[in-house]
């Protein structure tokens, strides 16, 4: 048998090897710098994407139903040693890469990149987009109808790409995109589970291994609720994830690095907007231990959501 008949099987070429999708970092803008470290990828190779750059990118035919890719950006993109998203907020990411609601060869393009195996990076909206999104936001909204049941039922004031496993993020600390807004695109939409981004913090996903792992001296947190969405009180676990530990999320499961010692008597409450979340220690949690450049690492910690406002009123503004 030849060597062509060897690696030909009716007709057709043996399959190659499959290409791994490539890791993504989701950061905060004070973690940002270590996860453009972390690829060591810079310099013309180094692919920096934002709303205001990607304007006039998409071109829309005269039906409004197709989109064409700038050919230099499309060159640009499969050239690149990482891509990185950063700026913006969601409604700027969405019209960006889903003009008129159609999701356009850009958007194509960034998903083949990476499943070939090009690294991502999100920074703030650009780490919600890549993942499940973000916090309601007003401004340009993605959105033609504005009633609730078409938000509900269509998401795309909320949803990202979901290439990243974390939930609804949140990645500031102001009124618009911060755990408050989090909290109340929750209550609004019948969320589960949200994070958000403290300090300077980024957080590495790899499809292959099926984890995230936590680094920098901030902290992921991840809240799940678990009740009556517009119920008065609200409880559910929450995990509060520092430098080194791991998030299984198909396992629903956190590993905490080596040397973690147990969590005695903790009793914190947090006043976040229209919100007040009670957060106790539970059996078996676990602190990190802490040094001078990290926040300790919280794990298994049962919180407590008590709506101060209206329960069941829509307290996000209406979109301009």
Do not use: N
């Not at 060897?6 to 399959?15: D, N």
């Not at 490539?22 to 994407?49: E, F, M, Y």
């Not at 949803?159 to 009124?175: F, I, Q, R």
């Not at 991840?222 to 676990?237: C, K, S, T, Y």
């Amino acid at each position: 048998m030849g060597a062509a008949a060897a690696i030909v099987l009716c007709g057709r070429a043996a399959p190659g090897p499959r290409a791994e999708a490539g890791a993504i970092h989701l950061a905060s803008t004070g973690g940002a710098q270590a996860a453009r470290a972390a690829l060591a990828c810079d310099g013309a190779h180094h692919l920096l994407l934002s709303p205001v750059e990607l304007e006039g990118a998409e071109h829309l035919d005269a039906s409004g139903m197709r989109a064409r890719t700038d050919a230099a950006l499309r060159e640009r993109l499969s050239a690149a040693c990482c891509v990185e998203l950063r700026g913006g907020d969601l409604a700027g990411w969405w019209h960006a890469f889903f003009p008129e609601g159609e999701r356009s060869p850009l958007s194509r393009a960034l998903y083949a990149a990476w499943r070939r195996g090009t690294p991502l990076i999100g920074v703030d909206a650009g780490a919600a987009f890549l993942c499940g999104g973000g916090p309601a936001v007003t401004g340009r909204w993605p959105l033609k109808e504005y009633d609730r049941k078409d938000d509900y039922a269509r998401g795309r004031a909320l949803t990202g790409l979901g290439l990243g496993p974390l939930p609804l993020l949140a990645w500031g600390s102001d009124a618009a995109t911060g755990p408050a807004a989090l909290l109340d695109s929750m209550e609004r939409y019948g969320l589960e589970t949200v994070a958000w981004l403290e300090g300077a913090v980024w957080a590495e996903f790899l499809p292959r291994k099926r984890e995230v792992t936590v680094h920098g001296p901030g902290r992921l947190a991840l809240l799940v609720l678990d009740g009556p969405h517009r119920a008065r009180q609200v409880i559910g676990p929450l995990w509060e994830l520092g430098d080194g530990c791991r998030w299984q999320p198909w396992l629903q499961r956190v590993v905490a690095p080596p040397g973690a010692r147990p969590l005695e008597g903790l009793l914190e409450k947090r006043v976040l907007g229209d919100h007040l979340l009670e957060i106790h220690s539970r059996p078996g949690s676990e602190l990190c231990p802490s040094g001078a450049d990290k926040l300790p690492s919280r794990l298994l910690l049962a919180a407590r959501l008590v709506r101060k406002g209206p329960v069941g009123r829509d307290r996000l503004p209406q979109p301009l």
